[in-house]
């Protein structure tokens, strides 16, 4: 069970297990703005694709200790941490290595409460938000993340079948709350790749308000193309350009987060 308590970084794993969703662009994006507003942000990679790092422009050369080494080998979180070109924000590295977790933790007993036992590292401390971007897969990998977390964000695509998949999401985030992890919660639904041209969009997002409520973020992240481009130009679309409708809505996003969480923005 998790003992840490709400003075210490708050641990919000972004997931969902269909792919390309807007996960890891969320991580980035908001974990930046985040940053922006002076929160100390630690985002994990702990996706094989590794896209969170390759969109910081960390070269997979360059990631000699990632999160395999923490979640297989048990090496200490703060020799994993890097900088990155965004003040306030650090990342935890992932490769293609992660791939095997299943087969190469498949029946050690600890297997699911790795990322927590790293993180209880009082590194932790030093960050206000832990941001988990996690693989489009309900696997080993975010399994550790939903035992690491206390809150679940979900980003839902604004397209046909969106809603799809939620409820297994919900069952497992649910066996987790009953079995590792009594504090975890599915708190935030992020609503992306709007297009309002399009009125598949206007109808998904209609439908999620309908049947999730106070869960679904008023912010909508349109889609936009310097979202997208970004990570070719290594780095987040805010530092690629802080003006497009994308990097303002992510701004948008983080606002509101911190006003959900009463974390009051200084003047
Ligand atoms: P995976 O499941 O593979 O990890 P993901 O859920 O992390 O994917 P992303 O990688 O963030 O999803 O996004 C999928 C693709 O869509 C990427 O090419 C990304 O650049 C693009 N994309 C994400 N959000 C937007 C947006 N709002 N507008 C335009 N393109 C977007
Ligand atoms: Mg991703």
Do not use: W
Not at 22 to 37: F, M
């Amino acid at each position: 069970m998790s003992d840490r308590d709400e003075a210490s970084a708050h641990i919000i794993a972004v997931a969902n297990q269909k792919g390309g969703v807007g996960k890891t662009t969320t991580a980035i994006n908001l974990g930046t703005a985040l940053a922006a507003v002076g929160r100390r942000i630690l985002l994990l990679d702990i996706d094989p694709q590794g896209n969170a790092s390759t969109g910081f422009g960390i070269d997979p050369r360059d990631r000699k200790v990632t999160n395999y080494d923490v979640l297989i080998d048990g090496a200490p979180l703060t020799q994993a941490i890097v900088a990155t070109s965004v003040p306030g924000l650090d990342l935890v590295p992932a490769t293609i290595d992660l791939s095997s977790i299943d087969m190469e933790l498949g029946r050690d007993r600890s297997r699911a409460i790795r990322l927590r036992q790293a993180m209880q590292s009082s590194v932790i401390d030093s960050y206000d938000y832990v941001l988990i971007d996690c693989p489009p897969s309900l696997n080993l990998l975010t399994l550790n993340a939903l035992v690491a977390a206390r809150s679940v964000m979900v980003p839902l695509q604004c397209e046909f079948y969106a809603l799809e998949g939620l409820t297994q999401l919900h069952n497992t985030v649910a066996q987790v709350q009953q079995s590792l992890n009594p504090a975890l919660r599915l708190d935030s639904v992020v609503l992306t790749m709007y297009d309002r041209r399009n009125n598949l969009s206007a109808q998904v997002a209609a439908d999620a308000r309908k049947n999730l409520g106070d869960l679904v973020f008023e912010t909508i992240i349109p889609r936009n193309v310097r979202l997208s481009e970004a990570p070719s130009h290594a780095m987040p679309a805010l530092l690629y350009d802080h003006t497009s409708a994308g990097s303002v809505a992510y701004q948008k996003l983080a606002a509101e987060l911190l006003r959900r969480r009463n974390d009051v923005i200084a003047a």
